[in-house]
T-cell receptor, first 114, second 119 residues
Framework: QQQVKQSPQSLIVQKGGISIINCAYE??????FPWYQQFPGKGPALLIA?????SEKKEGRFTISFNKSAKQFSLHIMDSQPGDSATYFC?????????????FGKGTKLSVKP | DAGVIQSPRHEVTEMGQEVTLRCKPI?????LFWYRQTMMRGLELLIY????????DSGMPEDRFSAKMPNASFSTLKIQPSEPRDSAVYFC?????????????????FGPGTRLTVL
């Protein structure tokens, strides 16, 4: 029940294309859903996050779509660029006051071909 | 701001040796997290501290692992004795607020990690 399932494991997209990464969760107590971006040799960095009171959040070329009833959320990267090549992790958290226990998906390695 | 600082960046040791990983969180942050990253298991939370107090250590694999936070600016993760299966990248992260709000002050900032290889 604590798992966050992420797919696909790897993704190859042409420059200018749309990258889509999906995540699913089971724990209905989760109320915070961030996406982290990790470049080789670096730590993960927060990219964008959403709360379940909205169905979509957009920041530049990055959009989170959230489906509360299906317990799914996804990351869309529009106009994908070679510089977006990285590993992306979805995560979920929120235990009504219990801080911090981010449950991460296994990650998606994105390669954007020029 | 220097961000979260971890040392060493790389550590190679032999099975049975003691390993100590170090972390300096961002100044002013009140929560500190230790994670382990492997290909097989992904990112796993090992332990986290709020205001220097360990809150949840349920992710610590076994008694060989221990973590301390003697003050707000320093934490250690110790493995004694180390085993080859402990080989991984260990990340430290910090966040501003110890109280869960689900908002920006709960954002976790990760350090660059320590790549540990146990031979």
């Amino acid at each position: 029940q604590q798992q966050v399932k992420q797919s696909p494991q790897s993704l190859i997209v042409q420059k200018g294309g749309i990258s889509i990464i999906n995540c699913a969760y089971e724990n209905t107590a989760f109320d915070y859903f961030p996406w982290y971006q990790q470049f080789p040799g670096k730590g993960p960095a927060l990219l964008i996050a959403i709360r379940p009171d909205v169905s979509e959040k957009k920041e530049g070329r990055f959009t989170i779509s959230f489906n509360k009833s299906a317990k799914q959320f996804s990351l869309h990267i529009m106009d994908s660029q070679p510089g977006d090549s990285a590993t992306y992790f979805c995560a979920a958290s929120g235990y009504g006051g219990s801080q911090g226990n981010l449950i991460f998906g296994k990650g998606t390695k994105l390669s954007v071909k020029p | 701001d220097a961000g979260v600082i971890q040392s060493p960046r790389h550590e190679v040791t032999e099975m049975g040796q003691e390993v100590t990983l170090r972390c300096k969180p961002i100044s002013g942050h009140n929560s500190l997290f230790w994670y382990r990253q492997t290909m097989m298991r992904g990112l796993e939370l090992l332990i986290y501290f709020n205001n220097n107090v360990p809150i949840d250590d349920s992710g610590m694999p076994e008694d060989r692992f221990s973590a301390k936070m003697p003050n707000a600016s320093f934490s250690t993760l110790k493995i004694q004795p180390s085993e080859p299966r402990d080989s991984a990248v260990y990340f430290c992260a910090s966040s501003l607020s110890p109280e869960w709000t689900g908002l920006a002050d709960n954002e976790q900032f990760f350090g660059p990690g320590t790549r540990l290889t146990v031979l």
